[in-house]
Each structure stands twice: as C-alpha cells, then as structure tokens.
Nanobody, 115 residues
Framework: QVQLVESGGGLVQPGGSLRLSCAAS????????MRWYRQAPGKEREFVAS????????NYADSMKGRFTISRDNGKNTVYLQMNSLKPEDTAVYYC????????WGQGTQVTVSS
C-alpha cells in the first residue's frame, strides 16, 4: 500500500520557520522524483519545489527561492521542506508528491502563517 504522510505543519508567526516532512512507503522511494505543492483557500494547487530521485539539483517556484529548501533522505524514505522567512501568503495546505512510473499524493498538512 502506497503512503505519503506529511507532517510538521502548524501555526507560525510571519518571519518564522517550519520544517515539513513526508514519509513514503509502499514504493521504491529512491526511484521517484519528489515534489511539494501547496493549495491556498480558493486557489489552485501550485508547485513549490522538486528534487530528483538521487537528490542533487533542485527546483523552486520563484516566490519560494531563497526561503524554502527541499531535501531528501533515501535511507529514510523521507523528503523535507525547510521553510524560512514565512509570510502570510504562504498559508496553505502543503502536499507531498512522488513522480516516477506512477504519481502519488499525500493527504496534505496545513501551514498557517499569522500573527
């Protein structure tokens, strides 16, 4: 059974940091590129960041460059998203996505940036 389980979301003040985790199981994690997406209320789901299957070169949406960092640990079947300098407009549900022979989605974790 394939599972992507996000964690680490919560309420944080503007300027603060959070680290999201996504634990994968049920497929060969090291063969899949991993991505983070987010969806704010009333808006479409948007791309946040990606990392290839073996790690290395990462890619970010323009509004996240310099603030967010995606990483992965293939030994732990986990992908991370370090989010710094958070802004109210970063408030959204953050989703983990695995892309390889198939595509899988996690259930999402809520991030709320508010004072």
């Amino acid at each position: 059974q394939v599972q992507l389980v996000e964690s680490g979301g919560g309420l944080v003040q503007p300027g603060g940091s959070l680290r999201l985790s996504c634990a994968a199981s049920g497929f060969t994690f090291s063969s899949y590129a991993m991505r983070w997406y987010r969806q704010a209320p009333g808006k479409e789901r948007e791309f946040v960041a990606s990392i290839p299957s073996a790690g290395g070169s990462t890619n970010y949406a323009d509004s996240m460059k310099g603030r967010f960092t995606i990483s992965r640990d293939n030994g732990k079947n986990t992908v991370y998203l370090q989010m710094n300098s958070l802004k109210p407009e970063d408030t959204a549900v953050y989703y983990c996505n695995a892309l390889g022979r198939r595509m899988y989605w996690g259930q999402g974790t809520q991030v709320t940036v508010s004072s």
